[in-house]
């Protein structure tokens, strides 16, 4: 189901490298408003020493952004030393393919992380590449994810349902 992600947590951190090795996950690609910072830029708690065990555990990470702000990804992607894209345009394929090619691997081989059904999970199904769904750090959003939310919480109602 091209709606569903494969896996659905509270918050990045959640994530193991025991969880994506058994998975034969080696590369993550990442979402980053409500995924990784809140909506005021504010950094999730943690975020550096997740992204430092995932290095060590040899897990590559790309950023993968829609937003149109170079300037908030270029800090973060400084910050965390990740390499990144913004402007993605996800759900369209194009700027997976971009990060599967810095990953420089498989896209079987990836996961995308992210908070919201229409992009990251629509795109990582697309790409054949594993969805893992998280809720959004932040109640806000800009406009046009508002009005999506009401029809992601029915499909997660769904998701969670059919268990
Ligand atoms: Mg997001």
Known sequence: MILYPK???NNVLEISADFLKEENINGLILDVD???LFHDRKMLTGL??????????NIKLCILSNTNKKDK???????LKVPYIFFAKKPLKGGFKKAAKILNMKNENIAVVGDQIFTDVIGANRMNMYPILTKPL??????ITRIKRPLEEYIIKKYLERK
Request: charged share 30%; hydrophobic share 30%.
């Open 7 to 9: 896996k659905y947590i």
């Open 34 to 36: 409500n995924t990784l």
């Open 48 to 57: 550096t020493q997740w992204v430092e065990n995932m290095k060590k555990n």
């Open 73 to 79: 990804v270029d800090k973060l992607s400084k910050d």
């Open 138 to 143: 932040s109640q806000t959003d800009i406009l």
